[in-house]
């Protein structure tokens, strides 16, 4: 489903992974604390930073984010110490999932990153990894 607005994305998500057994915190701290991710969620030890986005992206052949300032550098230094943040866009009819692990240059994937096509999908990924 496309969301033509992060914020309906971000509902959609928590709902889904609510249901499914997962603590979700939504995270809005704007200014204060640049870059800091979207979502917060906990399940059975797995612990994660989500950023979402939203886009009309089909991702066939690559996938530009659309990083703020200070987004990238925050993920990487939650890489660095230990924990296992991702980036997931809702594209046209897709999802989007990168496991950041370094900073993206120019902030274009080619490869490493997953495409999904139900939401459903996007919980079992988190779960596995």
């Not at 959609?12 to 915190?25: F, H, N, P, T, Y």
């Not at 917060?40 to 979402?52: A, D, F, P």
Request: aromatic share 14%.
């Amino acid at each position: 489903m496309l969301y033509k607005y992060e914020g309906a994305f971000r509902l959609a998500l928590k709902k889904l992974l609510e249901s499914k057994g997962w603590q979700v915190q939504i995270v809005e701290v704007g200014v204060i604390n640049v870059g800091v991710p979207d979502l917060y969620v906990c399940k059975n030890g797995h612990e994660h930073w989500i950023e979402l986005k939203s886009s009309k992206s089909s991702f066939v052949d690559s996938w530009h984010i659309d990083f703020r300032p200070g987004q990238q550098a925050w993920l990487r230094r939650n890489f660095v110490h230990g924990s296992r943040p991702m980036v997931i866009e809702s594209g046209d009819r897709q999802y989007a999932i990168h496991k950041y692990s370094t900073v993206i240059p120019e902030n274009t994937l080619y490869q490493g990153y997953d495409i999904v096509n139900g939401m459903e999908r996007i919980a079992y990924i988190l779960e596995n990894y």
